[in-house]
């Protein structure tokens, strides 16, 4: 794979560790609140977006590549409610899959057909994130001022869990 492939992937690796930051900071907003089950899905999707990371570096690293970890910036940690927060995370992963959309059109002029393959699975998983966010921003809009229904949601986030498929 070309140099400016390879160094794509890695830019990509150290957004995916800050993805895992701005969803852990929307969690510390949520237990601020003592909202344990939205914090609950906030840390597991952080948990989710470190896999991701952990998915690029051994992809680089058994493809011969010098892995390089990188500051981040500061995610934004203030939020005007838990649906502002779940908005916020939405445009997160449709800026993600714009991210994705770049490293494959990169791969594909590299004809790198490996890449090609590994970023599938990247593509395929943002149409779930996507899909996950947007279902629980119209369920929240609906919620409204319920708060039987809002706390009967937090209860349902409290069980979410994250267990690593194997890399
Ligand atoms: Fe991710």
Redo the contacts with the bound molecule.
């Keep these: 794979m070309n140099e400016q492939l390879s160094k794509a992937l890695n830019d990509q690796l150290n957004f ?1 560790f800050y ?1 895992a930051q701005v969803y852990l900071a929307m969690a510390a907003y949520c237990s601020g609140e003592s909202l344990d089950g939205f914090a609950n899905f906030f840390i597991v999707q952080a948990e ?2 470190r896999f ?1 990371a952990m998915k690029i570096y051994k992809y680089l690293n058994d493809r011969g590549h010098r892995v390089t970890i990188s500051g981040m910036d500061n995610p934004l940690n203030e939020y005007r409610s838990v649906l502002d927060a779940f908005e916020h995370a939405f445009e997160h992963e449709k800026l ?1 899959t714009r991210r994705i959309y770049d490293l494959s059109d990169l791969a594909l002029n590299d004809r790198e057909h490996a890449t090609i393959q590994f970023l599938k699975w ?1 593509i395929d ?1 943002q149409v779930e ?1 996507e899909a996950l966010f947007d279902s629980i921003i119209n369920k929240l809009k609906r919620i409204d001022q319920d708060s039987n229904a809002f706390f009967m949601l937090d209860n349902e986030f409290a069980q979410r869990s994250f267990t690593p498929p194997a890399l």
Aim: glycine fraction near 0%; charge should be negative; charged fraction near 55%.
């Design positions: 995916e993805s989710e977006e991701h993600v990247f998983e994130e």
